[in-house]
Structures are given as C-alpha cells and as structure tokens.
C-alpha cells in the first residue's frame, strides 16, 4: 500500500517556466511534508519541507503548498534552471514518530 | 564535517552470502535510518532508530537486521544475500526538532547480489 504517491514519473519543462511537481498521501496522521532533490549517484538532498498548521512556505525559488483536504502537496519552482534537472521526492511523516514514508519520485527535466 | 559516511560505495556478493553496510554521523543526531531505491519505487524504508538501543522495522524489513549500540553508528546487516537485495542503499540521519526536522543522507551503497 503506498501511502505517498507520485503519480507523474517524469515531467520536461523550459528554462525560465515553472516547475510543478505533485504528491498526494493516504494516511491522514501525517502532518509534516519534505521534499528532497537526487543527482545521480548522490544521496538526496533536503530542498523545502511543510507542516500541517501550514498551507504554503517558500524559500527562494521553492514554494511548497499543501492541500490538506484534498491530501495533495505542490512543489512549484520558478524559474526552473538546468541545474534543477533531477528526481525530485516527496516525503511525509506523522510528528514525533521519526518515520518517514518517501513517493516515488518524478524526473525533472529542464531543457536550455 | 563529514556529515553521513557509508561504506562501501560498491559491493558485490553472491547468494548466501552476508555482509554489514556501514553507516557513520557526527551529528550527534538521535535518529537514524535505512533506504533502499529502486527503479520505479522510490526510496523505502528497511529500518529505523530513535536513538541508541532502540530499533524499528520499516517498509521492507525482511532479510535485514540492525543494531544501535552508539549514537553514531547504524550499520546494517544482511545475513544472507539474496538477488532481490540488489539496490542502493542510503542512511539518514536528523536531529530531535520541534517540528522542522530534516533527513541528512550518505552518498549510498550500490549492491549487487549475483
């Protein structure tokens, strides 16, 4: 049973456009949402993260928006740059249970 | 600062055979954990630690054991290797937060099971 879906295996987009990667979860305990950004043969970095007391939260160029009726995060990059082609993971987690449930991931493709 | 160190970077085995993933961080961080991707499936919990001498099963748990006896150390073990143990396999780390804590991953273990 996946608990955390990325429905979107890859998705291209044009440099200077916006990015719009999805997520969707099952489990309505979870209240804390990450995304991680991977290169090949590196481990996953940490990009922009979302409690549930929150709808949206931005950092730089990263924006993440949280629908917590609907059970749908947003990642949303604008501008997207070459340098953001990577697979992009969304995570969530209950608060206090250190468990964290990763999607799929979706392949971002920038092209120049 | 090293952050999350794993070794090895490559390993290969054959069937039956039994090997420990090491993971270190010098984080003093009270949480560790274990992934495994693979195509098409994203990164999968195996096992995880809130803290030393205290463990938990993920996602995928069989054919792996763990122990926590330092905060420092989570290393993984596999008893006996099977070919659908084939993956690459992360540790993470994070910190005891108030809420906006974050996973810090090694650069991962590339096993090959023959």
């Known amino acids: 049973d996946q608990q955390v879906k990325q429905n979107s295996p890859s998705l291209s987009v044009q440099e200077g456009r916006i990015s719009i990667l999805n997520c969707d979860y099952t489990n309505s305990m979870f209240d804390y949402f990450l995304w991680y950004k991977k290169y090949p043969a590196e481990g996953p970095t940490f990009l922009i993260s979302?409690?549930?007391?929150?709808d949206k939260n931005e950092d730089g160029r990263f924006t993440v928006f949280l629908n917590k009726s609907a059970k749908h995060l947003s990642l949303h990059i604008v501008p997207s740059q070459p340098g953001d082609s990577a697979v992009y993971f969304c995570a969530a987690s209950t608060s206090g249970t250190y468990k964290y449930i990763f999607g799929t991931g979706t392949r971002l493709k920038v092209l120049a | 600062n090293a952050g999350v160190t794993q070794t090895p970077k490559f390993q290969v085995l054959k069937t039956g055979q039994s090997m420990t993933l090491q993971c270190a961080q010098d984080m003093n961080h009270e949480y560790m954990s274990w992934y495994r991707q693979d195509p098409g499936m994203g990164l999968r919990l195996i096992h995880y630690?809130?803290?030393?001498?205290?463990?938990d099963q993920g996602e995928v748990p069989n054919g792996y054991n763990v122990s926590r006896s330092t905060t420092e150390d989570f290393p993984l073990r596999l008893l006996s290797a099977a070919p659908s143990q084939t993956s690459v396999y992360f540790c993470?780390?994070?910190?005891?937060?108030?809420?906006?804590?974050?996973?810090?991953f090694g650069s991962g273990t590339q096993l090959s099971v023959l």
């Open positions: 630690s809130v803290g030393a001498g205290i463990t």
């Open positions: 993470a780390s994070s910190y005891r937060g108030s809420g906006d804590e974050k996973l810090f």
């Open positions: 979302i409690s549930s007391i929150k």
